[in-house]
C-alpha cells in the first residue's frame, strides 16, 4: 500500500499531539500529548523501514520507545514533586522564570 | 484477526491492509482527538490508550511485528499504568477548564500548527504518492526473521547505543527515585512521643487528646449526621465528620434544644421534682419516643 | 706674573708653552691596570649609599649613632677620594682616565650597558667637591638638626643625596649617569619636603619634582636617540664617534641634554623651582647649592663637551641660556627680602655664568668648571652662614627683620664675609680668577655676552652687599622676644673651613695647582683672543664690582632699612619680588591650558569614547530589557516559539527543496 497514507496519519497525529501541549495545562495531559508525538514519529519510522526494504527504522523506532519510557518515568517524577509542593499540576503554575 | 493475517493481509497490499488501515486510523485520530478535548485527565488517559493500540495494529500491519507487540506492553502496558498512577496520586477527579489563559496562546498555536500540518501533509504526500514499499519480506528473512534481524542489527551495528539507552534506562530509574525521595529532617515519632505531643496540644490549646467520639452516641439516632452526646447531654460537634458539619448545622441547633429540655426533665427528676415518668420526651419530627427506644423500660 | 695676569696661569700655555702641547687623553686604562685605590674607587658612591640604607632600614633604633655614621661615610668617601686624585696626579697625563667596570648590567640585542665608573681629572674634581662639601654640611647639620625629631631621617636623605650625585659623576655611560641623575631628583625631593607638615614645603618639593621630571624627558630622549644613531650609550665610544653623526643629530642630542641640565640646574626656562626649593632645611639648600644638584646640569654639558662642540646650534643655545639666567638670576636676588631666595636667585645667576662658560665652547670649558669650584665653596658656605643666622633667629628668614647681627653673631658674620669676598670678585678672591675668567673668554667670543656678564658681575657685587648689609649691618630690626645668638661649634666649625675655600680657593687653583692643566685633557682647550687687553679688562671689573659694592652700602648700610617691604617701588624691583613671574608664566602657560586640556579631555571621554561603550552598553541592557518581556515564564510560550522556529525551518528546506 502507499507509504503516503501512514505517513499523513503521521502528520496528523504528529499535529494533534502538538495541539494537546501547545493548548492544554494539566501536565499529565500534555505529557501524553507528547507520548501521542513520539508515536506519531514512530509510525513513519516504521513506514519508513518498509518502504526502503530496511529494518533500520524499525530499530531507531525502538530507541525511540525505550527513550520515551525513560523519559516518562523522570517526567512523572518531577510532576510529582511539583504537585508535593504545589497541589497543583498545571503547568502554568511554575512560572517562576518569568521577565 | 490474528497477527499473521494481518502480516499477510499487508505484505500483498491487498484491499485487506486498507480495511485495517482505515478502520485503525481513523480510531487512532478519534483517540488522540479525545485525549486533546477531554476535560477530566482520566478520559484523556483512556483515549491515549486506545490511540497507542490502534498504532500498535498499525505497526505490524507495516510488517513490524515485534514493535507492535512492544508498543502493546510497554506502552499500552507499563507507561499508561505509570500515567493511571500518577493520575491517582494526583487526583482521579483533576480537570482543568478549556478557558485559555495565555494571551493569543490558542489563535496562533492553532495557526502555526495548520501551518505546519499542511507543509507536513503537501511535502510527505507529493514526495511519496505513488511510491512503491520495497517491503521487508527479504530483510526479514535474511536472519530468519522480524525479531532475529531486529536483534542482529540491536547486538552489532546499534550496540553502543543499545548500551548507552540501558545506561539512560538506568539512570531514569535512580532519578525517578531520587525526585519522589523526600527527605526525613527530623526523627520519626514514635508512640511515647506523639502522646506527649497530643498531650501537650491539649494543655496548650484544649484540642481533644482522645479519639474522636462517634457520631450518634447517647443520641437519639445513630445516623452519621447526629452528633454524639458528651456525658453531660451536650452534642459534640467533634463526633461528626467534617463533611456534614455545615449540613447537619440546622440539625444540630434543632437537637441542641431538644437535648436541653431532656437534661432539663431528666435533673428534675432526679431532684425529684418531676415523676419518673415524662410524657412525651420527643415532639420534634422523625424522633422517636423514648419509650420506643428503650422498650424494655416500659415495664416500668 | 702679576695678580691681574693671576688668570691667565690656570691655563697650561701661561708658561709660554703652546697649546698643542696639551696631550690628550688617548687610552682609557682599566682600574686593574692602574692599581693602588682604583679598584676600590666604587666605594666612593657605596659608603653614602650604604649609610642611607641602614639609617632606613634599622630605623629608629639608629636614632642614637645614625647621624654619626652618616657623617662618617661622606668623609671616608673624601679620604678616598683625595687618596685616588694623589694617584691620579701620580699617573701619566696621557692616562688620566681609569675605568672599573664592576658588572655587565644591561644587555638586550645589541644594547649593552656596563655597571662601569670612570675617573678622569673631571669626575675627580666633581668628587672632591661633593665630598668635600657635603662632609661639611654633614657635620654642620648635626647642630642644624640637632632639635629635630626625624634628625636620622634627614641624614639619610643626606647619604642618598651625596651617593646619587657622586654616582652620577662617577658613571661611565649615560644610562648609569640617568640612574644617579634620578636619584638627585628623588634625594631632593625628600629632602626638599622634608618639613612636609608645611605645605609650603610639600608643594615646593612637589614643583621641584615635576619640573626635575621636565628635564629628565629630556636626558631620557636623549640617550634613546645616542643608542640610535651610535648604537652605544658609553662616554668614550659616543664620543668617538660623534664627529661621523650629521648635525642635525648632534644638536638634538645637544638641545635634549640641555633641556635635562636646564631642569637640573635651574635654568631658563626651568628655573622656577629653585626658590621654591628653600623652603627645605637650610644644609640641604646648601647641598643642592654648592655640591650637587645645580651643578649636575653644568657636569652634563662640560662631560658632553664632544656633542657640544660639533653643533653650533646648540653650543649656542647653551650660551644664550647663561645670558638669560644669569641676568634673571642676579636680578631677582637684588630684589627678594628673604635671604635664602636672594642666595637661590645669586645661585641661579652664578650657574648662568658656568652655562655661559659652558657656551663659549673649548675656550670656556675649563673656567666653567674652575667657577663650578670656587662657586661650590664660597656659596656653602654663605647658606651654612645664612642658615647659622636663621638659626639663631627662630628661623627668622626675612633680612628686613635683621639688621646689626654683627653684634650678636661674630663668627657667622666673619664666614658671610668670607663668602661675600669669594663672590663678589673682590681680588685676590675666589671668583676673581674664576668669573673674569669666563668674561675675558666670553668677550673673546662673543662681545655681548661678555658685556653682559660683566654687568651681572656688578649686580652680583651689588646684592651680597645689600645681603651682608641687611643681615649684619645698620640698627637692628628684631621682633622684641628675638634674641639673636652664636650657633654651635660643630655648625661655625664648618663654616669657617669653607670660608679658607672661599678666600683662597681661586688662588690655590692657579698657582698651586693649576685647575686648567688639570682638566685641559678632558675639555680640551683654546685660546680665546682677548679683545680688551688683558689689564684694562682686570680693572674694569674690578671698578664695576667696586661700584656694585658702594650701590650696595650706601642703599642699605648707610640708610634705615624699613621692616615691611616698601610697596612704591620701580617696575624692575616688583618683577624681582615676583622672582620675574616665572610662576605666573608656567601657571599660564602650561598649568591652566593643561587644566583646561585635561578638562577637555575628560570631558570628551566622557562623551565619546566612554559614551559610545557606555552606550552600547546600556543599548544591548535595554534591547535586554524589551527581549526579557518575551519570557513569560510559561513552558507553553517557549513550545510555541519552538513550533514557529520548526515551522519555519521546514518551510526553509521544503523552499529549498522546489526551487
Known amino acids: 500500500m502507499d507509504p503516503s497514507a501512514y505517513i499523513i496519519l503521521s502528520a496528523i497525529l504528529f499535529t494533534i499531539g502538538a495541539i494537546g501541549v501547545l493548548l492544554r495545562r494539566n501536565a499529565i495531559v500534555v505529557f501524553m500529548s507528547v507520548e501521542m508525538m513520539l508515536n506519531a514519529a514512530n509510525l513513519a519510522f516504521v513506514t519508513f523501514a518498509r518502504m526502503h526494504g530496511n529494518l533500520e527504522g524499525q530499530v531507531i523506532a525502538f530507541f525511540v520507545m525505550i527513550v520515551a519510557a525513560a523519559e516518562v518515568v523522570v517526567g512523572l517524577a518531577i510532576i510529582m514533586t511539583i504537585f508535593r509542593t504545589r497541589r497543583s499540576v498545571s503547568i502554568d503554575d511554575p512560572s517562576l522564570m518569568r521577565n | ?300 | 706674573m702679576s695678580i691681574l695676569t693671576a688668570a691667565q696661569a690656570v691655563l697650561p700655555m701661561s708658561d709660554g708653552a703652546p697649546a698643542e702641547n696639551v696631550e690628550p687623553i688617548t687610552a682609557t686604562i682599566t682600574a686593574a691596570q692602574a692599581g693602588g685605590a682604583f679598584p676600590l674607587m666604587w666605594l666612593l658612591f657605596a659608603l653614602p649609599a650604604v649609610g642611607a640604607a641602614v639609617l632606613l632600614i634599622v630605623g629608629r633604633r639608629s636614632d642614637r649613632w645614625g647621624y654619626l655614621l652618616a657623617c662618617a661615610l661622606p668623609i671616608g668617601s673624601f679620604i678616598l677620594a683625595c687618596i685616588l686624585l694623589a694617584q691620579m696626579m701620580a699617573l701619566p697625563e696621557a692616562d688620566r682616565q681609569v675605568t672599573l667596570e664592576l658588572w655587565n648590567w644591561t644587555f638586550a640585542g645589541s644594547f649593552d650597558a656596563a655597571f662601569a665608573l670612570r675617573l678622569d681629572p673631571l669626575s675627580i674634581s666633581f668628587v672632591m667637591l661633593i665630598t668635600g662639601v657635603g662632609s661639611l654640611i654633614h657635620i654642620y647639620s648635626i647642630g642644624y638638626m640637632a632639635e629635630d625629631p626625624k634628625r636620622r631621617l634627614f641624614f639619610a636623605y643626606l647619604n642618598l643625596f651625596v651617593a646619587a650625585m657622586l654616582l652620577l659623576v662617577l658613571a661611565d655611560n649615560y644610562l648609569l649617569v640617568y640612574v644617579g641623575w634620578e636619584g638627585v631628583g628623588l634625594a631632593s625631593y625628600l629632602l626638599v619636603g622634608f618639613w612636609q607638615y608645611k605645605d609650603s614645603a610639600a608643594v615646593a618639593a612637589k614643583k621641584a619634582f615635576v619640573m626635575n621630571r621636565v628635564g629628565d624627558v629630556g636626558l631620557s630622549l636623549a640617550i634613546m636617540l645616542m643608542f640610535l644613531t651610535f648604537g652605544t650609550v658609553t662616554f668614550s665610544d659616543v664620543f668617538e664617534a660623534a664627529p661621523e653623526a650629521s648635525e642635525t643629530t648632534l644638536t638634538i642630542i645637544g638641545l635634549l641634554l640641555l633641556l635635562a641640565a636646564v631642569g637640573k640646574s635651574a635654568q631658563f626656562p626651568l628655573q622656577a623651582w629653585l626658590l621654591d626649593a628653600m623652603e627645605g632645611p637650610t644644609p640641604v639648600s646648601a647641598l643642592i647649592h654648592a655640591a650637587t644638584m645645580v651643578t649636575a646640569g653644568v657636569y652634563l654639558v662640560v662631560r658632553s663637551n664632544a656633542i657640544f662642540d660639533l653643533s653650533t646650534t646648540a653650543i649656542s643655545v647653551v650660551l644664550a641660556i647663561g645670558v638669560i639666567t644669569m641676568t634673571m638670576g642676579a636680578w631677582i636676588a637684588c630684589a627678594q627680602d628673604e635671604i635664602k631666595k636672594s642666595l637661590a636667585g645669586s645661585t641661579m645667576s652664578q650657574i648662568g655664568y658656568m652655562f655661559l662658560g659652558a657656551g663659549l665652547g673649548p675656550a670656556g670649558y675649563v673656567f666653567a668648571i674652575f667657577h663650578l669650584l670656587m662657586h661650590g665653596m664660597f656659596k656653602a658656605d654663605l647658606f651654612l652662614s645664612a642658615g647659622s643666622v636663621m638659626h639663631g633667629n627662630d628661623d627668622q628668614k626675612n633680612m628686613r627683620l635683621y639688621g646689626g647681627l654683627r653684634v650678636a653673631m661674630k663668627v657667622t658674620m666673619v664666614a658671610f664675609f668670607c663668602g661675600f669676598l669669594g663672590i663678589s670678585g673682590l681680588p685676590p678672591f675666589d671668583s676673581w680668577f674664576s668669573k673674569d675668567g669666563i668674561i675675558d673668554a666670553a668677550l673673546g667670543v662673543n662681545v655681548f655676552a661678555g658685556l653682559v656678564a660683566l654687568g651681572v658681575a656688578g649686580m652680583t657685587a651689588f646684592y651680597m652687599t645689600r645681603m651682608l648689609a641687611m643681615t649684619f649691618f645698620g640698627s637692628p630690626r628684631w621682633a622684641e622676644d628675638q634674641h639673636p645668638h652664636e650657633s654651635p661649634p660643630v655648625m661655625t666649625v664648618p663654616m669657617l673651613i669653607l670660608s679658607i675655600g672661599a678666600l683662597f680657593g681661586g688662588l690655590f687653583f692657579v698657582y698651586v695647582a693649576p685647575i686648567g692643566e688639570w682638566l685641559a685633557p678632558v675639555t680640551g682647550y683654546e685660546e680665546s683672543t682677548p679683545v680688551i687687553p688683558e689689564i684694562p679688562l682686570k680693572l674694569t671689573s674690578l671698578a664695576i664690582a667696586i661700584i656694585g659694592i658702594a650701590l650696595g652700602w650706601r642703599k642699605y648700610a648707610t640708610k634705615d632699612v624699613p621692616r615691611v617691604a616698601p610697596t612704591n617701588v620701580t617696575i624692575l624691583t616688583t618683577a624681582g619680588r615676583h622672582e620675574l613671574y616665572g610662576n605666573a608664566f608656567n601657571e599660564s602657560l602650561f598649568m591652566r591650558p593643561g587644566q583646561y586640556l585635561t578638562r577637555w579631555l575628560v570631558w570628551f571621554d566622557n562623551r565619546s569614547l566612554d559614551g559610545l561603550v557606555r552606550g552600547i552598553a546600556t543599548g544591548i541592557g535595554d534591547l535586554g530589557g524589551k527581549l526579557r518581556l518575551w519570557e513569560t515564564g510559561y513552558a507553553r510560550s517557549y513550545a510555541l516559539s519552538m513550533l514557529g522556529g520548526a515551522l519555519l525551518l521546514g518551510v526553509v528546506v521544503a523552499t529549498a527543496r522546489w526551487f
Not at chain 2, 202 to 231: Q, R
Open chain 2, 1 to 300: 484477526m490474528s497477527m499473521s493475517v494481518i502480516v499477510a493481509a499487508a505484505s500483498e497490499g491487498s484491499t485487506g491492509e486498507q480495511f485495517t488501515f482505515w478502520t485503525c486510523a481513523i480510531l487512532s485520530v478519534i483517540g488522540a482527538l479525545g485525549l486533546v478535548l477531554s476535560r477530566k485527565t482520566v478520559h484523556s488517559a483512556l483515549f491515549t490508550a486506545l490511540t497507542m493500540l490502534n498504532l500498535a495494529v498499525l505497526y505490524i500491519a507495516n510488517d513490524a511485528p515485534f514493535l507492535g507487540l512492544v508498543q502493546v506492553i510497554v506502552y499500552t502496558g507499563a507507561v499508561m499504568m505509570l500515567f493511571l498512577f500518577v493520575l491517582m496520586l494526583v487526583g482521579v477527579d483533576s480537570s482543568d477548564s478549556l478557558i485559555e489563559t495565555l494571551k493569543g496562546q490558542r489563535l496562533i498555536a492553532v495557526l502555526l500548527l495548520a501551518g505546519f500540518a499542511v507543509l507536513l501533509i503537501l511535502t510527505l504526500g507529493t514526495a511519496l504518492t505513488g511510491t512503491q514499499s520495497v517491503g521487508l519480506v527479504a530483510a526479514n528473512e535474511e536472519f530468519g526473521g522480524n525479531v532475529q534481524g531486529l536483534a542482529h542489527l540491536m547486538f552489532t551495528t546499534y550496540l553502543l547505543p543499545l548500551e548507552v539507552v540501558a545506561a539512560l534506562l538506568i539512570t531514569a530509574a535512580l532519578g525517578a527515585l531520587v525526585l519522589a525521595h523526600r527527605d526525613r529532617w527530623t526523627p520519626k515519632l514514635d508512640q511515647e512521643a506523639l502522646s506527649r505531643l497530643r498531650m501537650e496540644r491539649y494543655a496548650e490549646t484544649g484540642a481533644h487528646p482522645g479519639p474522636l467520639p462517634n457520631p450518634g452516641v447517647l443520641a437519639t439516632s445513630n445516623a452519621i449526621g447526629t452528633p454524639a452526646l458528651l456525658p453531660d447531654g451536650s452534642p459534640s460537634e467533634l463526633s461528626v465528620p467534617p463533611p456534614l458539619r455545615g449540613e447537619s448545622r440546622s440539625r444540630l441547633a434543632a437537637e441542641t434544644t431538644e437535648i436541653d429540655a431532656d437534661v432539663t426533665e431528666v435533673r428534675e427528676i432526679a431532684e425529684g421534682k418531676e415523676t419518673m415518668r415524662p410524657k412525651a420526651l420527643r415532639d420534634v419530627d422523625g424522633h422517636t419516643d423514648l419509650a420506643e427506644v428503650y422498650p424494655e423500660e416500659k415495664g416500668d
